[in-house]
């Protein structure tokens, strides 16, 4: 099946798959197009990326998880990740809401809300399934710059269960709407 990959930080990937968080705040790379970053797949892989990790950006409790690439050149995808819900938040006040739901500072989520003088993020929420055996990759070229998506073309993976029952994944997709509200 052909797949395509988001690229997250490293620290919030491990979050996600490990059911920790289900949420993603998102603004988009310094190549992407005009527009910035669009949900363009509603499932993917995780690709996770140490590049522009930064831990002033992470809460407090999730600077331990930084860590340095542990096989530069190899990229360890680690789960399949389903959109549950998006929501393109166009205020900063709301944007700053979603602060307890995922790991980054509430000044990084404003510093991606006014990116680019264009003032929105998108808040994604997502139901991730840890691949039962990780699809391991050598980077390529193609992979490389600061973009979201990355085309991996025709790749095989067996995703198991989800790693947040769905009545708590419920839960957090009913949160994050009162927080937007």
């Given at each position: 099946?052909?797949?395509?990959?988001?690229?997250?930080?490293?620290?919030?990937?491990?979050?996600?798959?490990?059911?920790?968080?289900?949420?993603?705040?998102?603004?988009?790379?310094?190549?992407?197009?005009?527009?910035?970053?669009?949900?363009e797949h509603r499932s993917f892989l995780l690709y996770p990326t140490?590049?522009?990790?930064?831990?002033?950006?992470?809460?407090?409790?999730?600077?331990?998880?930084?860590?340095?690439?542990?096989?530069?050149?190899?990229?360890?995808?680690?789960?399949?990740?389903?959109?549950?819900?998006?929501?393109?938040?166009?205020?900063?006040?709301?944007?700053?809401?979603?602060?307890?739901?995922?790991?980054?500072?509430?000044?990084?989520?404003?510093?991606?809300?006014?990116?680019?003088?264009?003032?929105?993020?998108?808040?994604?929420?997502?139901?991730?399934?840890?691949?039962?055996?990780?699809?391991?990759?050598?980077?390529?070229?193609?992979?490389?710059?600061?973009?979201?998506?990355?085309?991996?073309?025709?790749?095989?993976?067996?995703?198991?269960?989800?790693?947040?029952?769905?009545?708590?994944?419920?839960?957090?997709?009913?949160?994050?709407?009162?927080?937007?509200?």
């Amino acid at each position: 099946m052909t797949y395509s990959a988001l690229k997250e930080w490293d620290t919030q990937s491990r979050l996600l798959t490990a059911g920790s968080l289900s949420l993603l705040v998102r603004k988009g790379g310094i190549m992407e197009t005009h527009e910035g970053f669009e949900v363009e797949h509603r499932s993917f892989l995780l690709y996770p990326t140490f590049l522009h990790q930064n831990p002033a950006e992470l809460q407090p409790q999730y600077q331990s998880l930084l860590r340095d690439d542990p096989q530069p050149g190899v990229i360890g995808f680690p789960a399949l990740a389903e959109v549950v819900a998006v929501h393109r938040v166009e205020s900063l006040d709301r944007a700053l809401r979603l602060e307890p739901l995922q790991a980054l500072t509430g000044a990084a989520i404003g510093r991606r809300f006014h990116y680019r003088n264009r003032p929105w993020v998108h808040a994604l929420l997502l139901r991730v399934r840890p691949l039962v055996e990780p699809l391991v990759l050598p980077e390529s070229a193609g992979m490389l710059g600061c973009v979201s998506w990355v085309p991996l073309g025709d790749v095989t993976v067996r995703a198991g269960d989800p790693v947040v029952p769905e009545d708590v994944l419920e839960a957090r997709r009913l949160e994050l709407e009162q927080l937007l509200a």
